[in-house]
């Protein structure tokens, strides 16, 4: 089945006169660089007219959640391998956004430390222990991602109490099942989904659906479970 899409992605690059190979290089050498190389790689990309980064950005949120679900386990954990490629590529930060880091990054105010153990309140700063060493730092931001389909601390009781009364159950690999036909649930919470966090017009696309069950009598009233990041 990956293959079947890695082949579409291919001829589509061809029709447009471009490399297949050459892109995925690009791709899997990302993985290698450092955070500051590779922010910096992507902002000079911004204009750049090649299909390949927009077509993989457009389908994994268009395509992407009905893929996944036909897609067999081993192509599943292949993805998740490249979790950090894959999410990067589909959801890429604001152009915007990545200037101001940027321009942090090379005036020295900002820096970003790797395999962090420790952070500890030192005179009014904080020293961060990290696999590198230890630095210190006036401001710091946690910018590490919560694993896909995680449950968010404030809608835990929320999930407990459809888990405990039988409305849903728990999936396997992440993410919240429902188990009654009452029960919606749409967004990255959906159990079964894929890594990539869900889009605008993604989430748009589930609650039309989700409106149009609603309006079907059941008999009963229904309930709606949605979790953005």
């Given at each position: 089945?990956?293959?079947?899409?890695?082949?579409?992605l291919?001829?589509?690059l061809?029709?447009?006169?471009?490399?297949?190979?050459?892109?995925?290089?690009?791709?899997?050498?990302?993985?290698?660089?450092?955070?500051?190389?590779?922010?910096?790689?992507?902002?000079?990309?911004?204009?750049?007219?090649?299909?390949?980064?927009r077509v993989?950005?457009?389908?994994?949120?268009?395509?992407?959640?009905?893929?996944?679900?036909?897609?067999?386990?081993?192509?599943?954990?292949?993805?998740?391998?490249?979790?950090?490629?894959?999410?990067?590529?589909?959801?890429p930060?604001?152009?915007?956004?990545?200037?101001?880091?940027?321009?942090?990054?090379?005036?020295?105010?900002?820096?970003?430390?790797?395999?962090?153990?420790?952070?500890?309140?030192?005179?009014?700063?904080?020293?961060?222990?990290?696999?590198?060493?230890?630095?210190?730092?006036?401001?710091?931001?946690?910018?590490?991602?919560?694993?896909?389909?995680?449950?968010?601390?404030?809608?835990?009781?929320?999930?407990?109490?459809?888990?405990?009364?039988?409305?849903?159950?728990?999936?396997?690999?992440?993410?919240?099942?429902?188990a009654?036909?009452?029960?919606?649930?749409i967004?990255d919470?959906?159990?079964?989904?894929?890594?990539?966090?869900?889009?605008?017009?993604g989430?748009?696309?589930?609650?039309?659906?989700?409106?149009?069950?609603?309006?079907?009598?059941?008999?009963?009233?229904?309930?709606?479970?949605?979790?953005?990041?």
């Amino acid at each position: 089945m990956l293959d079947d899409l890695i082949g579409l992605l291919r001829t589509e690059l061809a029709d447009a006169g471009e490399d297949f190979e050459e892109f995925a290089a690009e791709l899997l050498d990302t993985e290698a660089k450092d955070p500051v190389q590779r922010l910096r790689r992507q902002i000079a990309a911004i204009d750049d007219p090649r299909i390949g980064r927009r077509v993989l950005q457009q389908t994994a949120h268009s395509v992407g959640p009905y893929a996944w679900r036909l897609l067999p386990e081993s192509d599943r954990a292949w993805l998740r391998r490249h979790l950090r490629t894959a999410t990067s590529v589909a959801s890429p930060m604001i152009p915007v956004n990545a200037s101001v880091l940027m321009r942090l990054l090379d005036s020295g105010q900002l820096s970003v430390a790797d395999g962090v153990h420790a952070i500890e309140p030192v005179n009014g700063r904080f020293r961060v222990r990290h696999d590198d060493g230890e630095r210190t730092a006036e401001i710091v931001v946690n910018a590490v991602n919560p694993p896909p389909q995680a449950v968010p601390a404030a809608a835990r009781p929320l999930i407990r109490s459809l888990v405990s009364t039988g409305l849903a159950t728990l999936h396997p690999a992440g993410g919240l099942t429902p188990a009654d036909p009452r029960v919606h649930v749409i967004g990255d919470l959906t159990g079964g989904g894929s890594f990539i966090t869900s889009s605008i017009p993604g989430v748009a696309a589930q609650a039309s659906g989700t409106a149009q069950a609603l309006r079907t009598p059941r008999g009963r009233p229904a309930a709606t479970v949605r979790r953005d990041r």
